[in-house]
C-alpha cells in the first residue's frame, strides 16, 4: 500500500505488529487517532509507555501489579493458608471474577510443554516450594490446582502433586464443570465458580 505519509506508514506499521490487526485495522486506528484530539493521542501514548516501564511482577504470587506485592497478596481478608494454583495472570482474573475464591494464588508463568521447551525450571516452582516452607511467612494448608485440563495441563499438575507431596497439605483440583481439553479463562463465572468451590483431591 502507499502511504501518503512517512509517518502514517511508519504507526501503520507498529499498530499491526499486535495480534489479531492487519494492515487495513491498523491503518483505520491511525486514521481514526488523526480525527481525534490530539490529547487524546498523547494520553494513549503515555499510559501504554506507563504500563510497559512500571507494571511488574508481585514478589510472592508472581501476577501483574503495580507495587513490589499485588493488591491480593497484600489483603488482610484474604485466606493466606490457601493458594490456588494457575497458569497466567488471565486465569487470576477470570477466578476473581466469580468472587467465589478468598485465598492466594500462585502464578506458574505458563505450563510444562515438550513441544515448546517449556520445562519446571522455565516456570515459578521454585519460587511455589519456597512460600511452603514458610519463606514468606505463610502457613499453607491447602492447594488448589486450577490448571487447564489439556495434556501439558495435566502433565504440569502431575509434575507439581509430586513436588508438593512432602508438604503434608491438602492438594485439590478444580474439576466440575471445566471442559476437558478447555481453556479456564474461557469457562463461562458460574462454572469456574462452582468448579472451584467443589474442587476434589487430587489423585
Ligand atoms: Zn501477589
Redesign the pocket.
Known sequence: MEYPSKLIEDAVNEVSKLPGIGKKTALRLVLHLLKRDEDQTELLAQSLTAMRTRVKY??????L?DHD??S???SHKRDQSLICVVEDTRDVLAIENTAQFKG??HVLGGIISPVEGIGPSDLQIDSLIARLQGQEGEQVREIILAISPTMEGDTTAFYLQKKLKPFNLKISTIARGVPIGGDLEYADEVTLGRSILSRIAYE
Open positions: 508481585c514478589r510472592k504470587c508472581h501476577n501489579s506485592l499485588c491480593i497478596c497484600a492466594l494464588y
